[in-house]
């Protein structure tokens, strides 16, 4: 993916959350109120990215943060990726909880690009497209507020997994696809592994 297109994928986004947020909560219950980018999109300008992962973004929810667990999306999330339709596109979506912070282990130093309120920040972009994102990135977090900040995301994970785990085995021989449940299940397992490994880096990295 060439970085022009990368950034007229972010752009996108942007367009695409505006859109579901002029929707009823009726109609979309899950609401979107900030799009945060991270990864390659923040380092300086290059003319070709990875395809599969160039365009990463955090979407920040309505969600409570026990649904939005390392890995996982809400379980309303499939509603809002069918009414913006990006779940069709090459961007990496994270779903975080506004009950929160947006950052963790993957979201490393995100920016924000885009808010319900204000819509995208045009100042942002700009500074994007020239490839001048590591300036806008905010300041790396110590040591302690990290291994915090994954302590709380290993609870929330805990609890996602036993949730997933439990739904599955009661749900085993149940009408439906199984094969959803065993992504869940699958997805809230690699997100707890994942937060595992992160906190563990992280606290060997503690003073003393």
């Not at 890995?71 to 509603?79: E, F, K, N, Y």
């Not at 599955?168 to 397992?189: F, M, Q, V």
């Amino acid at each position: 993916m060439k970085w022009t297109t990368a950034l007229r994928t972010l752009e996108d986004v942007a367009e695409r959350c505006a859109h579901v947020h002029r929707q009823p909560a009726g109609i979309v219950t899950l609401r979107v109120t900030e799009a945060w980018v991270h990864g390659p999109l923040l380092g300086p300008r290059r003319e070709e990215l990875p395809d599969a992962d160039a365009v990463r973004v955090a979407l920040v929810t309505s969600a409570a943060e026990e649904d939005c667990a390392a890995g996982t999306r809400p379980p309303v999330a499939g509603h809002w990726l069918a009414a913006s339709g990006l779940g069709t596109k090459p961007v990496v979506l994270r779903f975080r909880s506004a009950q929160a912070p947006v950052w963790n282990h993957v979201v490393d130093r995100p920016v924000r690009f885009w808010t319900a309120e204000e819509g995208p920040d045009h100042d942002v972009l700009v500074q994007l497209r020239a490839g001048d994102g590591e300036s806008l990135r905010p300041p790396a977090p110590s040591p302690a507020e990290l291994v915090e900040r994954l302590e709380r995301e290993l609870r929330v994970s805990r609890g996602a997994l036993r949730r997933t785990a439990t739904e599955y085995d009661e749900k085993r021989w149940a009408p439906g696809s199984p094969k959803k449940r065993g992504d869940a299940l699958a997805d809230a397992a690699l997100g707890l592994l994942a937060v595992e490994d992160a906190l563990e880096r992280a606290r060997a990295t503690l003073p003393g």
